[in-house]
């Protein structure tokens, strides 16, 4: 297997963010490789894992949705016998269905816990796909570029105790930034989600305030502001309402081009997001065997704080072989070739060492009872 490396170069594509279900049986456009084949054209002469036609379902995070909306859509151009849909649910809504055995698999942002896990009889196999970044955007009219926000800051924003943008402390740390006389409106995820888990974890670890009042969760209460549903919702209502401050996935701020804050890291560096930074953020996490890691407050000077790996959740007992067998097919493809297309979608491919784990976690996933 070729070695996934991270260059700087990104192609941003169309946004695709309209779609909340995102089912895939039609062809779409191959991206060129810089030995000007497209991926389909490297993969075509691969046997496909099935010659029956195959039909599986999926639910659960909208943080990778735009990615595995794009990595069916490739495969199933590549193997038009194997259709894949997803439905983008939120990572709450796709555990609740997974641990019902509604749908084939499902995906999360938060990897499950034993509890939940407990629930399944067939037993669940979690599977890093790829990684990203939650950035905090907003929309504050003539404020485009060079905005930062420190930890403090940007948690009392969420507890809804700094309330204008021209408030003292924003001011501080932003001299050369003209900020407005406008009030916040703050917009929050209103389903279960696992975007929410992620950013409410890391206001947890940073923030005994928060974590008193609020806490951590797929769902939590919180003071105010405007909920919306999905990451595609939170865009929605950011583009939309002048003032507004939210946390999305950073594909989706940057495909709608919406500006969002440099953070401030536990090292005190305020870091824009960026593939290169969430990049750093991984190379300090050492994944461990059960591929569940949770990175709540990350060191290192360069590393942007709010870093994720999103999952795939499959069980470990399938009853039909010809639908594992394409499931394992799309899997393996995506971890391998599709990797280069996460690049491109602005998520962060996963580090050789991490993909080796996961395929070798895939092949424990067999038929039975």
Known sequence: MRSLKITKKRTWLAPILALTLL??????????TETGETATEETAKKPAPTTAEVSITGAGASFPAPLYQRWFSEYNRLYP????SYQSVGSGAGVEQFTKEIPFFAASDVAMKDSEIAKVERGVQLLPMTAGSIVIAYNVPGVETGLKLSREVYVDIFLGKITKWNDRRIVEDNPEV????????????SDGSGTTGVFTKHLSAISPAWKQEIGE?????????VGAKGNEGVTAQLKQTEGSIGYVEFAYAKQQKIPFAALENKAGKFIQASQESASETLAAVQLPENLRAFITD??????????TYTWILAYKKYEDPEKLKAFKGVIRWSLEDGQKISEQLGYIPLPENVVEKVETALE????GE
Do not use: F, M
Request: charged share 15%.
């Open 81 to 84: 016998n194997i259709k894949i």
């Open 178 to 189: 003209n900020l407005p006389d406008q009030n916040i409106t703050v917009i929050h995820r």
């Open 364 to 367: 424990g996933i067999t038929v």
């Open 23 to 32: 089912t895939v049986t039609s062809c779409a456009g191959t991206e060129t």
């Open 298 to 307: 990350p060191e290192g000077d360069n590393s942007y704080p709010i870093v």
């Open 217 to 225: 969760g797929k769902t939590v209460q919180w003071k105010g502001g």
